[in-house]
């Protein structure tokens, strides 16, 4: 069986995406740029450059924030609406 169907070990990044599924690959996408602002806003010693990537950063922590709670709550009402019939049929355990 390990042969044809081998297990597979997933990552830690990977597990924490998939235990939010309201995280989608766009919002993954401004993470990662948001995570490449304050990268280069800590590498810089240039007071007139780091402020530029520390503002450039702060408007992104801000959108993702707003994006990822707008996101969370649309997962969550579409999945109550959905499933308010029968709890128990699509109970997602963690």
Known sequence: MDEFAPLKKISKYKLKFKKKPWITNDI?????????????????????????????????????????????????????SKNINDIKKNVERY
Request: glycine residues 0%; positive net charge.
């Open 28 to 80: 993954k996408n401004l993470i990662n740029i948001k995570n490449v602002y304050f990268s280069k806003y800590i590498k810089i010693k240039k007071n007139v450059i780091k402020n530029y990537f520390h503002t450039k950063y702060k408007t992104y922590r801000n959108l993702l924030s707003t994006l990822m709670k707008r996101s969370k709550d649309n997962y969550f009402r579409n999945h109550f």
